[in-house]
């Protein structure tokens, strides 16, 4: 079916899916928080952040495989990449520096592919671009700063971590109420099934 421009990312019914994108939110909001009011947080805590939005990112891709053909390998391997950068980050408090760099401007730059390759598609797409070059601006300033303070790549880590939350949480909040309207006034898709958010 031929998608409008105009009606490019507009979210159509898909009950499930701020299930997902809350879970990330909530994640990133609670490590960002954490930062901000435990200035002296153990470093290792940013690697379970990434360990664990990769968790979310799994999440996802199973909410949206089905609906976004062609999303789940790049979902995929940021999931792959922030776990991985994660692990570094634990076992080598050294280098923690450069594994947050590397976990955020890799999964940055997936997600700012996925945007531009689905935007037009779903409104996710536009959280993509948002979310993605956040990380990605964050991975650059990290690997600035890597041989700086021990406590930058926490700070950095962590303000954006806030950033990417507060988008995710709207963006939940937007799809559940976008998603829970048709359903309330009792229309429905073919076979009763509805399609994921922007996507006709």
Known sequence: MT????????????????KPVLLRALIALGFGLLTVFWPDVPSFVAGIYLIFSGIA???L??????????S???????????AACGILALVAPGAIALALGAGLLLSGVLEILLGLKFRLQT???RDW??????????????FVLANGS??????????SAVIIGV??????????????????????????????????
Request: aromatic fraction near 2%; proline fraction near 7%; glycine fraction near 16%.
């Open 167 to 200: 988008v995710l949480v709207l963006a939940a909040l937007s799809y559940r109420h976008d998603g829970a309207r048709p359903m309330q006034s009792g229309t429905a898709g073919r076979g009763g099934k509805q399609s994921l958010p922007g996507v006709e």
């Open 57 to 59: 990112v799994v999440s």
């Open 3 to 18: 998608l409008n421009r105009a009606d490019a990312g507009r979210p159509t019914p898909e009950p499930g899916l701020w």
């Open 72 to 82: 789940a390998l790049l979902l995929r391997t940021e999931s792959i990449v922030l």
């Open 129 to 142: 671009l948002i979310t993605g070059g956040v990380a990605a601006l964050a991975g650059i300033l990290l």
């Open 61 to 70: 891709n199973l909410a949206v495989q089905h609906g976004l053909k062609g």
């Open 123 to 125: 409104v996710l797409g």
């Open 150 to 159: 021990p406590r930058a790549p926490l700070g950095v880590t962590g303000g």
